[in-house]
DNA sequence: CGGGCCGTTGACACAAATCAATGTCCGTGG
DNA sequence: CCACGGACATTGATTTGTGTCAACGGCCCG
């Protein structure tokens, strides 16, 4: 098994650290994780719905999904991850997944035993707290997209998803206009607000007469505020913006 | 602060004891956690936006909504939960809600302090790891809600919630006809849906149909198989068939 | 050169929202 | 005891947002 520390488990570290507060050692005990890495194909499944897994992925670089369908075979993807993530995370606790996970864009993950990340939860309660916490973030997102499907017309929804995407790849948003990379295609947007491809396009057209577009897998944003207000947008579901002073440790 | 052990908080060691394996001595642990009573009204708020908290909540008898809502005010229940639910244990580990809770019905909470939540977290890795799993669990039921108002029409997404409720409420659906009570409105309903009330009847009179009926906030569900068909509902995100063998334990 | 994937556009169909009115039940106060 | 108001449920007429179907264009890559 590979180990690729510092250079590969780093950001990661910087997220439950943006957070959570971690020790010298603790923080160690991270970077020292074992991992094994794994490069993915676009829509390439590296986790399928009802497999039992004995390792969570961490995703180095790319775009992933999760992948849940209706009967009928209809797609809608449930969360997406983005590097620094880790998508399924939650395994550790519940290795029998329930929805399957798929790279949007050639995708270079870090596979991270469970064992080893139970061992360290084990002896640490609060990286236990961290990962534990971190989970919760992600169950925050999940819900504030199920108000974003359940009450927002397909103009907010896209809006919305572009805002929160652009915070979570870190764009400055000050200096405008900005524009950063969103590897899917208008079809996988679709699946993840729950559109037809069809009208994502039409929906796509109407955002750019308000200043934003989404060509060649770039979004360019000349207006945020009206982008934020079109999309309905509030920031702080994503926990991102947590100063130092506010980061928390349950245990001492 | 009132100490109502056994009679109060076993429901919820019942649950947690259900997915993982905890030892007697830790079981123990759960049952002495201190509590205290709280009555809540309906459509009373105990935990408001924005608001940071210093217990979770556990509901003997009632019904609670996670409200959240769009800038228009139109209300999103993104969870409900049922007697031996804790909707906000996430509160532990991200105390500040970006969530409100509110009562359906008339409602009995007990009130654990975070502080005795995460002592004994700390103490014991399994209970740490059995409540994370707890909010894991959560989660993937905010996932299927997700597909759920996504890719159903208004008959599948009513259906799907039914057979749900059923399935939490453990009633027993093999001898047909069964009725459980299900203390919300149609309103209430149409906010966890994201369907107008108006719709909502509607589609409850094409539920009747197929002789799945809701009056007088008590479900009757005459065909299981059927309504399950019409809901496209499969019951393993709910991770309630969960075998003793089956049951996880990654400490030792 | 040809085939696929992706994006684009138009005509039309349909599910759900909206608007508005009415009905029923129930608790409260005159 | 009845009148009243309010919450909840029901129904019809109409509008509208989104889905569906179908065709076409650009582009990359084999």
Redesign the interface.
């Known amino acids: 098994m590979l180990k690729e520390r510092q250079a590969n488990l780093q950001p990661f570290l910087d997220r439950l650290g943006s957070r959570s507060l971690l020790s010298e050692r603790e923080q160690q005990r991270i970077l020292d994780l074992p991992v094994r890495v794994r490069q993915v194909r676009p829509n390439e499944d590296f986790v399928s719905l009802?497999q039992t897994v004995d390792h969570s992925c961490y995703v180095v670089e790319g775009l992933v999904g999760?992948f849940?369908?209706?009967?009928r075979g209809?797609?809608?993807i449930?969360?997406l991850h983005i590097p620094g993530d880790m998508p399924d995370l939650?395994s550790?606790?519940?290795?029998t997944a329930?929805?399957a996970l798929q790279a949007l864009s050639t995708s270079t993950l870090l596979q991270v035993p469970?064992a080893a990340l139970?061992g360290v939860?084990?002896a640490h309660?609060a990286i236990?707290?961290a990962?534990?916490?971190d989970?919760?973030?992600?169950?925050?997102v999940?819900?504030?997209?199920?108000?974003n499907?359940?009450?927002?017309d397909a103009l907010?929804r896209v809006a919305h998803l572009l805002c929160e995407m652009a915070c979570r790849y870190k764009v400055s948003v000050e200096d405008a206009p900005v524009q950063f990379q969103l590897a899917m295609t208008q079809n996988q947007l679709a699946d993840v607000?729950?559109l037809t491809p069809v009208h994502v396009n039409r929906t796509l057209k109407k955002l750019a007469a308000i200043g934003t577009t989404f060509r060649n897998r770039v979004v360019r944003i000349e207006d945020w505020e009206e982008l934020v207000r079109v999309g309905?947008f509030d920031r702080?579901?994503l926990?991102d913006t947590v100063r130092p002073e506010q980061r928390?440790r349950?245990?001492?």
């Open positions: 009802g999760r849940d369908q209706n009967s209809e797609r809608q449930t969360a939650h550790v606790v519940q290795p329930t929805s469970h139970r939860a084990g309660p236990a707290e990962l534990w916490r989970c919760m973030v992600d169950s925050m999940l819900a504030q997209w199920i108000v499907i359940g009450r927002r907010s607000t729950g309905d702080s579901y926990q928390i349950i245990v001492q």
